[in-house]
């Protein structure tokens, strides 16, 4: 392949809502709970089940603000996804929550009760991805994202730093209709926005803008991919970085504006590269004509281990530097 051609131009500013700030990090589930008890306040209608991790998944917070509107189902997330489906369809808004693994893990039931009757669901799947850590592959969600993408009108949603998280949920508890699926970290991410920012359902954001390399990532790697662009204007490339909160609906426009003006597309996710955000992004440019070459940055087809988020980030390409690597391995081969 040869070499990508350098664009004389020089990356554009950061949008006014875009503040960097890699010393100040949150979790998005500590977001997520804390968004809960504030969209609750406001909203009687907002009702809140968990499968007896309520303490990791943060929605403890709301348990303990509003105690006659949470429900604790213990280690039976079916019955819990029935009943909030029972609860939607009575007119309240569930948000029902447990590890992504454990709650994609009930495909079947959420396929039935929650996505076929389109009912008006929240589904959150806290520790998602290897960033997870010591917990190990039985915790972390890996293929959760393939699953939900595959339902008929269900949404799917990741968030990148807390305050996307708060404005997401916020969105949802206040104008969003039918079922969605919601994706949140264990691990402590940089912020990335401000409190000007504002979010759009189904639309890309972008952080950075160049013109040789588009890096497209979602929820935990949004920062290290941001990162890699800094690296690579150092070997002379740069680089556009969006950050995609929602994977499905995808914004097909954007992804099929940045095939059409880079000439190298890079996605970046903290899931199996099989059905994620990659397959999501192939989808797309499988109908485009001229688009730019697409490489996808993932877990490939093995599984996850236990160790810190920085190791697991490094041994399987998802560090900084691995993602410099592996798109100075295909820029320049």
């Known amino acids: 392949m040869e070499k ?3 664009s004389k131009n020089e990356t554009k500013p950061l949008k006014n809502y875009v503040d960097i700030n890699p010393q100040k990090k949150v979790a998005t589930r500590a977001a997520f709970g804390k968004a809960l008890v504030s969209v609750g306040e406001n909203n ?11 303490v990791s998944t943060k929605s403890s917070l709301f348990a303990e603000k509003f105690p006659d509107r949470f429900f604790e189902m213990g280690i039976a997330e079916s019955n819990m996804i029935g ?3 029972g609860l939607a369809l009575s007119g309240k808004i569930p948000y029902l929550c447990s590890f992504g693994c454990f709650v994609a893990g009930r495909f079947e039931t959420i396929r039935i009760s929650i996505a076929y009757n389109q009912v008006n669901c929240r589904i959150i799947g806290t520790h998602a991805g290897i960033g997870i850590g010591e917990d190990g592959y039985t915790q972390m969600a890996l293929e959760d994202m393939a699953l939900m993408r595959s ?11 807390d305050i996307e998280t708060q404005r997401m949920i916020e969105f949802l508890s206040n104008h969003h209709q039918g079922p969605v699926y919601v994706r949140l970290t264990r691990q402590a991410l940089p912020q990335l926005f401000n409190q000007q920012y504002v979010f759009e359902y189904g639309k890309g954001v972008i952080l950075e803008e160049g013109k040789d390399i588009a890096l497209v990532a979602t929820g935990g790697v949004v920062h290290p991919a941001y990162e ?7 070997k002379g490339y740069t680089s556009s970085v969006v950050n995609i909160h929602t994977i499905k609906p995808l914004d097909e426009t954007l992804i099929q504006s940045l095939a059409h003006s880079h000439q190298w597309m890079f996605t970046i996710e903290d899931h199996t590269i099989m059905g994620g955000l990659g397959s999501a ?11 730019a070459v697409l490489s996808r940055i993932g877990i490939q087809d093995i599984y996850g281990e236990s160790g810190t988020p920085e190791a697991l980030y490094e041994k399987y390409g998802l560090s900084t530097a691995k993602i410099v690597e592996h798109i100075l391995r295909q820029l320049e081969s």
């Open 4 to 6: 990508a051609q350098v």
């Open 44 to 54: 009687q209608n907002i009702v809140v089940l968990d499968a007896d991790l309520s």
């Open 83 to 85: 009943t909030a489906a």
């Open 151 to 161: 339902l008929p009108g269900m949404g799917v949603l990741q968030p990148a730093d």
């Open 228 to 234: 890699a662009a800094q690296k690579l204007k150092e």
């Open 281 to 291: 992004v192939s989808e797309v440019l499988a109908g485009t004509q001229n688009h």
